[in-house]
């Protein structure tokens, strides 16, 4: 007669697994997203006058992308890594140029009576442009931005402007205001029918 071999007790095993499940979930770090980051302004007040802001249109540097993921700055084609100059030369408008945008004396606390630039880059996209070269131009324009509160920061004071305190970053961006806008997408190559 044979005899029989004792079976394993498998009850065990099978909480084992899954304290150890438990263990490398809580232990483990996930890869987190990362985005844009923007600071949103502050909500306005209920009580708060809405009023309309009027900008001239020479002020207004529009930078567009269309479908097909080409970027015009203005109306001229612009290659992507020509983009960031082109937005400095709009925006400092050393020759005044009549077509670019327009500069008005501003008194500023802790640096003086200084020309200040009017410009507003608005920045407008098709529906079908691709995020890559969308996120490509958004760093080019920032990177526009930052380079001239940069230079504006070393010619003030001697250091880069993120090497400021806050008051005196504060007397910078009131020097350097461009603000990048967002318009709403467009579906330019689809046609209208009426």
Do not use: W
């Not at 001239?56 to 479908?67: A, D, G, H, K, P």
């Amino acid at each position: 007669m044979a005899k029989k071999t004792p079976a394993i007790n498998s009850s065990s095993t099978a909480d084992i697994a899954f304290l150890l499940l438990c263990y490398f979930l809580m232990t483990t770090t996930m890869g987190t997203q990362t985005g844009l980051s923007r600071r949103l302004p502050p909500m306005p007040d209920p009580s708060q006058k809405v009023e309309d802001m009027k900008v001239n249109r020479r002020n207004i540097i529009l930078v567009r992308i269309n479908s097909a993921d080409r970027i015009f700055a203005g109306s001229d084609p612009i290659d992507i890594s020509q983009l960031k100059d082109k937005v400095k030369l709009i925006v400092t408008n050393p020759a005044d140029n009549p077509n670019f945008p327009a500069k008005e004396p501003k008194e500023i606390k802790g640096i003086g009576t200084r020309e200040v630039t009017k410009a507003v880059i608005s920045l407008q996209n098709d529906r079908g442009t691709t995020y890559d070269v969308y996120i490509a131009v958004q760093n080019e324009l920032v990177k526009a931005v930052n380079e001239l509160r940069d230079e504006a920061s070393m010619k003030e004071f001697g250091k880069k402007f993120a090497a400021l305190d806050e008051e005196h970053q504060k007397a910078i961006k009131e020097l350097v205001p461009p603000q990048i806008s967002e318009a709403e997408p467009k579906d330019v190559g689809k046609s209208r029918r009426r």
